[in-house]
T-cell receptor, first 109, second 114 residues
Framework: DAKTTQPNSMESNEEEPVHLPCNHSTISGTDYIHWYRQLPSQGPEYVIHGLTSNVNNRMASLAIAEDRKSSTLILHRATLRDAAVYYCILRDAGNKLVFGAGTILRVKS | DSGVTQTPKHLITATGQRVTLRCSPRSGDLSVYWYQQSLDQGLQFLIQYYNGEERAKGNILERFSAQQFPDLHSELNLSSLELGDSALYFC?????????????FGPGTRLTVL
């Protein structure tokens, strides 16, 4: 399974944008980039995924570097409810999700 | 609410015992996954079933087994329990199988082995 590297923690102010980086230098051509988050005392929650092009949905945007060796999850306006552990995951042809340690996002009011 | 249900929410048992965790996937989802989350190991994939058949296996101990029934619900059986099996167990489901499908997670079952 290809590996990802994320900062251990980040802090943001409420109502401001947050950019969560992820490095995946060993990504292969067929790996999808997935982001999940886990709010306190809850199961993981799907956020967004992409292959090559940038993606937007109601929760976030995913910006993928041209060489695909890094990506950034963008929360456009962080709220207190966005405080969670964010996981960047590469999915190959296998079906499982391989979770790393993720990034703990703290949001200050 | 992801649409995935898990029972029970909490389970307290003793070492050496056997327990069964149950998962009902979202309506229409054919694939079920089991994950274990412990403080020292993080979130780890255990096993996947697709339409009743085992599809992938992860770090699942021989003392653990799972199955998916014709109505697509799944059960994870944990036997000869040890203190180290105390963890959160999550079930997830997805429509199909493949690396582009999102997985929807249930609220988890917290297992405490005393």
């Amino acid at each position: 399974d290809a590996k990802t590297t994320q900062p251990n923690s980040m802090e943001s102010n409420e109502e401001e944008p947050v950019h969560l980086p992820c490095n995946h230098s060993t990504i292969s051509g067929t790996d999808y980039i997935h982001w999940y988050r886990q709010l306190p005392s809850q199961g993981p929650e799907y956020v967004i995924h992409g292959l090559t092009s940038n993606v937007n949905n109601r929760m976030a945007s995913l910006a993928i570097a041209e060489d695909r060796k890094s990506s950034t999850l963008i929360l456009h306006r962080a709220t207190l409810r966005d405080a969670a552990v964010y996981y960047c995951i590469l999915r190959d042809a296998g079906n499982k999700l391989v979770f790393g340690a993720g990034t703990i996002l703290r949001v200050k009011s | 609410d992801s649409g995935v249900t898990q029972t029970p929410k909490h389970l307290i048992t003793a070492t050496g015992q056997r327990v069964t965790l149950r998962c009902s996937p979202r309506s229409g989802d054919l694939s079920v996954y089991w994950y274990q989350q412990s403080l020292d190991q993080g979130l780890q994939f255990l096993i996947q079933y697709y339409n009743g058949e085992e599809r992938a296996k992860g770090n699942i101990l021989e003392r653990f087994s799972a199955q998916q029934f014709p109505d697509l619900h799944s059960e994870l059986n944990l036997s000869s329990l040890e203190l180290g099996d105390s963890a959160l167990y999550f079930c997830a489901s997805s429509t199909w199988t493949g690396n582009y499908n999102e997985q929807f997670f249930g609220p988890g079952t917290r297992l405490t082995v005393l």
